[in-house]
């Protein structure tokens, strides 16, 4: 598929285009709350926050159920590519409209949207800075549950057939330890914080630590204090440990999925498109004890 859309839109382009009827605009916000001790997994919809405000114009995608598979162990579990194109058809959402995604907190849950809208084809753009830089410049919000204005939203029914599936951007864990025994190429990135990471503080997810044989490359570390992803030189410089000798593809995980999206978004931006996710990632990783997981002394 064509790169040349810049995965970002900026709030003034945004407001310019607020019109435009071949955009749709959607709160991708979800609820996951810092673990209070291991093993502490609470997630909850942000439908609730979108009810609060939102920019105008803007729908809800419910990345915990609309457009997960629930049947699965894990959080967030990417339903697959077939049925993962009607769930978005449904939403008005079709190779033909360019979605803009946006979230109230770092812009990780766009990310993740962004990310799996691009494995069916669909370039969508994320909102830079998120709903805070939309409300920071001073642009209007809303309580109203207003109708998406897509002049396209009567093709719901539209076969899923018009999507392009991309399935090289996931990866499940029986890859990920053929990886990590050396019988398959490619380069772990872990996405979580160092001290996730290293395994010295509370995690959410059954165990402590990271896959084995893998670099960390914090996803906050891409953004600035203000949540906008920083400019292409900076991303180049903080990029480069993971693009300079390392076997591809680039195989990136955080704890489901999420945090590795934006590492995902910035890779791209700087022009680097062999990569895919781990989507179970360390939620699903950590419950088999049978699998390793190591820690870095403190």
């Known amino acids: 598929m064509a790169h040349s859309v810049s995965p970002l839109i900026s709030v003034a382009e945004l407001f ?21 001790f291991d093993g502490d997994y609470r997630v ?51 190779p033909q409209i360019t979605p803009v995604l946006y979230d109230k907190t770092d812009g990780f849950w766009a990310a993740r949207l962004w990310w799996m809208l691009r ?24 309580t109203e549950n207003s109708l998406p204005q897509l002049e396209n939203i009567n093709r719901r029914e539209r076969s899923h057939t018009t999507f392009t599936l991309q399935p090289e951007l996931w990866c499940d864990r029986q890859r990920v330890l053929r990886i990590v025994n050396g019988t398959e190429n490619g380069t772990l990135i872990c996405a979580l914080s160092k001290n996730v990471f290293d395994g010295t503080t509370p995690t959410r997810y059954s165990r402590r630590g990271h896959i084995p044989r893998s670099l960390n490359l914090p996803a906050r570390s891409l953004l600035d204090t203000k949540g906008f992803y920083q400019n292409v030189p900076e991303l180049q410089t903080i990029l480069q440990p993971l693009l300079t000798n390392k076997t591809p593809p680039l195989v990136l ?46």
Request: net charge negative.
């Open 253 to 298: 995980y955080c704890g489901g999925g999420i945090s590795a999206a934006v590492v995902a978004v910035a890779l791209t931006l700087v022009g680097q498109f062999n990569t895919t996710l781990y989507d179970g990632s360390l939620q699903e990783w950590s419950a088999d004890p049978e699998l390793p997981l190591a820690t870095n002394p403190a």
């Open 16 to 36: 310019e285009r607020r019109q435009d009827p071949m955009l749709a605009i959607f709160d991708t916000s979800v609820v996951l709350p810092s673990p209070r």
């Open 119 to 142: 494995s069916v084809g669909i370039a969508a753009r994320i909102l830079d800075g998120g709903y805070s830089a939309w409300q920071n410049a001073g642009q209007p919000t809303t």
């Open 44 to 94: 909850e919809s942000g439908r609730a926050q979108w009810r609060e405000g939102h920019i105008p114009n803007a729908q809800h995608l419910d990345l915990t159920h609309d457009l997960a598979d629930t049947s699965k162990s894990f959080s967030f579990a990417l339903p697959p590519l077939e049925d993962l194109a009607i769930r978005f058809a449904t939403q008005g959402i079709t």
